[in-house]
């Protein structure tokens, strides 16, 4: 069968990790990815051997300058695509959907959108049967990616009544210079609830689910607490063997206490540019009171989205109807 051809249109944080994790799987490839600059992100695009293509006609010739000819506009590279992943800053992407509709392309974005750009938001466990051969794709947030790989197990297993988080977020992502906070705790926002449980509900509408975020001055990943209240009796024990179950769950523990430490295992562990695409989750906070649990589970913020990228894809193309297939897949292209 031919490879899927997906184009990636912004290629910061998250779109050049999507670049090189549709780039590792055997049933799609990259036509090329977008670049607004010749930078030093460009650069390194460039070395990887993607073909770059600039969103603005101008900037065709700053590459060229710059000793790396783009292969031309982001028109043209959407031409040669089936699919459309689009990693462009929230907001921008809508405006980018005309021109996917102009060509007939399918197409997905990220949790910077809103769910009503494409109809239906996406995370693997939760609803990727509902996904098959649609057009129109938003893959939710890092933190909506993490919350709904705790809760849809559990809803599975034993059900949910409710559920209740509180979300402290890194401020910004390593390479963010220019933003803060640098000595504060602030509240995002100040009113409850925040985005983040309407947008669980987005994928799972039934889930009774209330948030409240606030951000700390780190770069490395977010923390949850989580409170959940279940529909059966169940013990610790119940609820660590269902997580353990999920391939995009990883336990943490041996003494690891923040999210830190969970970095270096990633740099440990030799993961690209120290990704940590598994939701990870303490075991010993898993704690059970009259069929309410409480646990911790920490998100990085820059990966936890990747894998989810490529089985929407694979979805919505079609190439693989079951959702368990699709994400053993995924995973052992990626080396989880
Ligand atoms: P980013 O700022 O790191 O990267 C966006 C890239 O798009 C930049 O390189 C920018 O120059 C480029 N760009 C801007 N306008 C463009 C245009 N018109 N055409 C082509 N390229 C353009 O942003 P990001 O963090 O990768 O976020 C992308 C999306 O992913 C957003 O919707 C965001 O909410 C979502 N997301 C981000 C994170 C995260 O923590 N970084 C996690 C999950 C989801």
Known sequence: MAKAKIAVNGYGTIG??????????????????????????????????????????????????????????????????????????????????????????????????????????????????????????????????????????????????????????RAVDPNEIKKGPVNAIVLHPAKIPSHHGPDVQSVLSHINITTAALVV???????????????????????KKIFSSQSRIRFVGQGITSTAEIIEVARDMKRPRNDMWELCIWPESITVTDKELYFFQAVHQESIVVPENVDAIRAMMELESDRAKSVEKTNKALGF
């Open 16 to 169: 050049k990790r999507v670049a090189d994790a549709v780039r590792a799987q055997d049933d799609m490839e990259v036509v090329g990815i977008s670049k607004r600059t010749p930078n030093y992100e460009a650069v390194v695009a460039h070395q990887l051997g993607y073909d770059i293509y600039a969103p603005v006609a101008e900037n065709v010739e700053a590459f060229e300058k710059a000793g790396m000819p783009a292969a031309g506009s982001v028109e043209e590279m959407i031409e040669k695509a089936d699919l459309v992943v689009d990693c462009t800053p929230g907001g921008v992407g809508e405006k980018n959907k005309p021109l996917y509709e102009k060509a007939g392309v399918k197409a997905i974005w990220q949790g910077g959108e809103s769910h009503s750009i494409a109809g239906f938001s996406f995370n693997a466990e939760s609803d990727y049967e509902q996904a098959l051969g649609r057009d129109l794709v938003r893959v939710v947030s890092c933190n909506t990616t993490g919350l709904c790989r705790a809760i849809t197990p559990i809803d599975r297993e034993l059900g949910v009544k409710k559920v209740r988080a509180t979300i402290t977020r």
């Open 217 to 239: 001055p780190t770069t490395l990943m977010h923390i949850h607490t989580v409170n959940m209240e279940v529909n059966t009796d169940c013990t610790a024990e119940d609820i």
